[in-house]
């Protein structure tokens, strides 16, 4: 049974700063209105979307006749969710929107996506197409394509991926030709595409990229164009199907509720979103919004593993456990009372909470850029996003897969559920930008943007926190600021080897190190919040248990990383697969 975490999600919004930034730039986002919202967000969590998850692993999306039908359940549910405005929390309120903070969104898109994370997918996209249109869109197509997007009654869809391009956009075949009236006409097949076609909605809204006759080549000639399902006159009415064929359904290791499409554009007609041969740079909009939300993913997955881990775990009675006092010396204990079981839940409950924590941090700091124009905040979203997104998901697949192990034998077996958790999570950190990429992203452009500064400056607040650890944080302090040390070393020793091949074989394990540390000081603000919150003690105080835990079984390992970064490409070269 999923019950949404709503009271750690209060908890992590004040240990990132979302009271402070709420005063400031959200004063309509109170205390008492984001308790509302994540109460209400919870109840739909809990009554409508977690209900239809097993269902929607087991039926799955269906495709027949050229059309998608949408897993049992889930059209309605969908129309519920819309209805319940809960695909408008962070939208502007010029276009229907509610204009709260994006925390508060990302918030409530977590117990979305614990709660049903193929369901999550949908409203998910819908709401990376609206940010790309308020961004780059034309006043017309504001004015007639997001009130229906931000309303639900329409969603929308990225799509990038094609047959011979993945990760590598340069090779984007897909072609927009004049049509001679204003508009083009689109020609290419997408694969991949999530949401890509059902029957939740009235309208499907496909952001494409595509190039023009005279693009020039790679990324440079990429431009995005927007086509709908159904074609959309100027007063906003919906007309004849427009050239856009499913050519079939993937069948998926997981989120089987989720129509993954292959798309045919067959001369389908289309109009220009922002400038020609500029589409990488506005589909990035949607990218970032997407990325950001799929680290939550990641958390929400992990969340729901952990949840029934638990359950289980109180259920299962095997052993004597080492704490047990009094009782027949043949009495068994529940396993949650074995010494590595409870290990493996601690665990998770720690990297979910770390993991939760920084995905929020990235979203008051895009909430402060965006409010106020801060260079600082911005810098501080564009280096956690890539951390967020990856180290996220990394965090989900684990947590899935200790939630299995926790079951036993039981977990290897579909009946229980444990394992549409993990098979869910595994496809967290491929789509959105490989975790590969965002590796890259990080200890490349991210590392060196203003001169280093996003990462001087992180590193100066983390030491500031870590200095301030005392009493039975003592030893958090020791380990955070060994950890501190460790980042900022090998963020010199990549930032002398930019663009080498040396910095490339470093850069996955960079982000795990920054994962690593960065959730390490989470932790420590998340223990020092606990000494002053008011609230029911045993809880606070098990927030400092956690961080404690955390620092001795994660943050304790994080220099060693180090050795990893700096090693070299050289046995990488060598090696013949």
């Known amino acids: 049974m999923f019950k949404a975490p709503v009271r750690d999600l209060q908890y992590a919004l004040d240990v990132v700063g979302l009271p402070a930034l709420a005063a400031g730039a959200f004063p309509e986002a109170d205390a008492d209105t984001v308790t509302a919202v994540l109460e209400g967000a919870a109840q739909v969590a809990d009554e409508v979307l977690a209900p239809l998850n097993r269902i929607g692993d087991r039926s799955g999306a269906s495709f027949a006749d050229g059309k998608v039908t949408a897993a049992p359940g889930f059209a309605a549910a969908y129309k519920t969710y819309a209805e319940g405005g809960w695909t408008s929390l962070a939208s502007p309120p010029e276009h229907g929107g509610q204009g709260l903070p994006k ?37 017309a197509q504001q004015a007639l394509y997001l009130p229906k997007l931000v309303s639900g ?9 094609e047959p011979q391009a993945g990760s590598d956009l340069s090779l984007v075949r897909s072609t927009a030709t004049p049509d001679g009236e204003g508009g083009y006409r689109l020609h290419g097949t997408k694969i991949y595409i999530t949401w890509g076609d059902h029957d939740a909605a009235d309208n499907i809204i496909h952001l494409v990229l595509a190039r023009l006759p005279d693009a020039p080549p790679g990324v440079k000639g990429i431009s995005l164009f927007l086509s709908p399902k159904f074609l959309v006159s100027a007063e906003g009415t919906i007309g004849e199907r427009n050239a856009i064929t499913v050519g079939g359904v993937e069948h998926k290791l997981g989120i089987h509720a989720s129509p993954t499409c292959t798309l045919i554009f067959e001369e389908a007609k289309a109009e220009l979103i922002g400038r020609a041969n500029e589409g990488l740079a506005h589909m990035f909009t949607m990218m970032n919004a997407a990325r950001l939300n799929v680290g939550v993913q990641g958390v929400g997955i992990g969340e729901r593993a952990y949840q029934q881990a638990v359950l289980y775990a109180k259920e299962r009675r095997q052993g004597r456990s080492p704490w047990s006092v009094g009782g027949s010396p043949d009495a068994t204990a529940p396993i949650a009372d074995l010494p590595d079981v409870r290990r493996m839940l601690m665990l998770m409950k720690a990297k979910i909470e770390a993991a939760r924590m920084i995905c929020l941090s990235a979203a008051v700091a895009a909430d402060t850029a965006k409010t106020s124009g801060d260079e600082a905040a911005r810098l501080r979203e564009d280096f956690l996003i890539p951390i967020a997104k990856a180290w996220s998901t990394e965090v989900g697949c684990e947590v899935a897969s200790l939630g299995v192990q926790v079951h036993g034998g039981m977990g290897f077996i579909e009946e229980t559920g444990a394992a549409q958790h993990y098979r869910d999570a595994r496809i967290a950190p491929i789509y959105e930008g490989t975790n590969g990429v965002q590796a890259a992203d990080l200890a490349g452009r991210k590392l060196s943007m203003a001169g280093g500064e996003a990462l001087k400056a992180l590193l100066v607040d983390m030491r500031d926190t870590a200095v301030g650890l005392d009493g039975d944080l003592a030893g958090l302090s020791r380990q955070l600021m060994a950890g501190i040390d460790a980042v900022e070393a090998a963020g010199a020793w990549l930032g002398a080897r930019k663009g080498s091949a040396d910095a490339a074989a470093g850069a996955t394990m960079f982000l795990a190190l920054c994962g690593d540390v960065i959730g390490g000081w989470m932790h420590a603000r998340s223990a020092l919040h606990a000494r002053t919150a008011d609230g029911d003690p045993a809880w606070l105080a098990s927030k400092s248990q956690l961080a404690r835990f955390y620092g001795d079984q994660v943050l304790s390992a994080a220099p060693a990383r180090l050795a990893a970064i700096t090693a070299g490409s050289a046995d990488l070269e060598a090696w013949a697969a």
Do not use: K
């Not at 009654?153 to 991926?161: D, F, H, I, S, V």
């Open 103 to 139: 925390a508060v969104s990302l918030a409530a898109f977590e117990m979305t996506h614990a709660a049903n994370m193929a369901f999550g997918l949908c409203p998910m996209l819908t709401e990376a197409a609206v940010e790309a249109l308020v961004e780059h869109g034309t006043q």
């Open 153 to 161: 009654e329409w969603t929308g869809c990225m799509n990038l991926t």
